[in-house]
């Protein structure tokens, strides 16, 4: 059955946030997170593809380039792009030992890449300021590599975060932080790590039970906040090997 004209323009308009959150809906475009996404427990609206030799979606709907064009968001679209719900998270969740906040973080492929980087080292949970980029932002989903359909992404304001998890530190990752490497990290603790250009908000520094930052042994001026991320999240593994 050929994709109507009324599906055409909704999964067209998924573009913009507000339309995504409107109809429920987001774009997941390559044939590895369509196939996460089959794997996960999001459910597919519509799975698409321009390969006449499709062997992998049995249900997939035939579309032509044009259409896959409209729909995609890349410059050269996928043969696979597939129409997924946004799930509904609950913030009444189980409470995590080790929480990770992202303040403001405007870069999409940054927060997929966060996303994908915690993925790895097991943390099932990422918390977003509201201002935070979208995470069904196609860009998003691409950089997160399929770990969008495994990591609950939350957006709620610090305050709330903190009035839930009151027993949790809170840790702040800033330039003049304490190093990391001769830190302990609590064990219930809540870190955050800021906006690209401008860190951390100053409504949430004055919360900080503690401040860290990773060393420089090198002469890069910065670290971007996906690669801090990783590193943090390493030695915060690394510790609980030596509890």
Known sequence: MPLSKNDLRDFSSLHRKSKR?????????????????????????????????NSDFVDAIQITTKEASRISHLKNPSPFIAIAKIPKVDFKIEIKPILF??????????????????????????????????????????????????????????????????????????????????????????????NEANGISKQIENFSDQQIQIPKFGHAESLNVSTSVGIIANEIKRLSFKS
């Open 21 to 53: 959150h409107e109809l429920g809906l987001f774009v997941v475009e390559g044939k590895k997170n369509c196939m996460e996404l089959v794997n996960g427990n999001f459910e597919v609206v519509c799975m698409c593809t321009t390969d006449p030799n």
């Open 101 to 194: 906040f992202l303040d403001q973080i405007n870069d999409p492929g940054n927060l997929g890449t966060i996303i994908r980087t915690l993925d790895w080292f097991g943390f099932n949970q990422i918390i977003c300021s509201p201002e935070t980029v979208d995470a069904y932002n196609s860009k998003t989903v691409m950089a997160s590599m399929g770990s969008i359909f495994r990591v609950n992404v939350i957006y709620k304001e610090f305050r709330a975060v903190i009035e839930k998890f009151k027993s949790h530190k809170v840790i702040t990752t800033q330039i003049n932080g304490e190093n990391i490497y001769k830190q302990t990290i609590h064990k219930n603790s809540i870190i955050v790590f800021g």
